[in-house]
């Protein structure tokens, strides 16, 4: 068995307005050092084998269902 | 003239939109999200609501339902579909219509009655209306915000196909001030604000939302 991760965050010209609430609660906690916050999402996938066919798959599957192109990015790994 | 009205698991608004199909003197036909079927209706409703529960992204599972697959075929052919609130989110995630409704601006949830211009008479959801007309009818989202890069935002202004702008308020921080837009062809219309709780001077703001439903069934009594 493999785990893919697949990272979905907003674009950067897109607005995200769930990291700008995270980074406006920071200074509450008293950290000030932070200039800025995006959210994005992470999906594991397991898998019977990360081989090449899977992959191709998984990059399929990070298109059409778990990102939506026009407003956000998405990238594939094998988790280690 | 047969108008469906399909319910998602979510769907909040399905019976008000039957009810509006109804009284514009429509026939109302219940669709189901699991049927491969559109039971012979003339034009679709996606209604409002928070289908699937909004999981992963508002629409972004409704689209892959069965019932998609023949809405989408239909779509392709011509049928007219509107898209209300969550329905016209499903419409961009089906890319039946260009864009994407992010998270409102200012982060929290909005319901007002919103006044609207119709910036396009000719579509089959709005040839009731006078071009230029103010309408208001009820806006209640909290994920509604028009986003498109600016090729297309562009476009969609050039070839005529915004359909309603709001009005004084930009209440989710629409680009463009974008509330409803159309595909090329006019016949699926997508936009954030509910018609179909503008239909009975009872209830909500007066009857503005009625020449939607009233545009459809002219425009397909037209075809018979």
């Known amino acids: 068995m493999a785990r893919v991760i697949v990272d979905v965050m907003p674009k950067q010209e897109i607005l995200d307005p769930q990291g700008k609430a995270v980074h406006g609660a920071l200074p509450r906690l008293g950290f000030e050092g932070i200039v800025d916050v995006r959210q994005g999402k992470r999906f594991e996938l397991e898998v019977e084998a990360a081989d090449e066919t899977t992959l191709a798959e998984v990059h399929q599957i990070a298109e059409t269902l778990l990102s939506n192109p026009v407003i956000e990015d998405y990238t594939v790994r094998v988790a280690e | ?224």
């Open chain 2, 1 to 224: 003239m047969k108008i469906g009205v399909v319910t998602f698991p979510g769907s909040l608004d399905d019976t008000d939109a039957q009810r509006a199909v109804r009284l514009a003197g429509g026939e109302a036909v219940a669709l189901w999200h699991g049927d491969h079927d559109l039971k012979g209706v003339d034009a679709v409703i996606l209604p409002g609501g928070f289908s699937y529960g909004d999981y992963l992204r508002c629409g972004a599972i409704a689209r892959f339902a069965p019932v998609m697959t023949e809405v989408i075929a239909a779509a392709n052919g011509g049928m007219p579909v509107l898209g209300i609130c969550n329905g016209f989110q499903i419409l961009c995630e089906s890319h039946l219509l260009p864009g994407a409704l992010i998270r409102n601006d200012h982060r929290t949830f909005v319901c007002r009655d919103q006044e609207l211009t119709v910036e396009n008479t000719s579509t089959a959801w709005t040839s009731a209306f006078e071009l230029d007309q103010q309408i208001t009818i009820p806006l209640k989202n909290g994920e509604g915000g028009f986003v498109a890069d600016e090729a297309t935002l562009d476009r969609l202004e050039g070839e005529g196909n915004v359909v309603f702008r709001y009005v004084d308020v930009n209440p989710n921080g629409s680009m463009r001030d974008i509330a409803g837009i159309t595909n090329e062809r006019g016949n699926v219309v997508g936009l954030m604000p509910h018609p179909e709780h503008a239909v009975e001077d009872l209830c909500g703001p007066g009857t503005d939302g009625l020449g939607f439903f009233t545009s459809a069934v002219q425009s397909l009594v037209g075809q018979a």
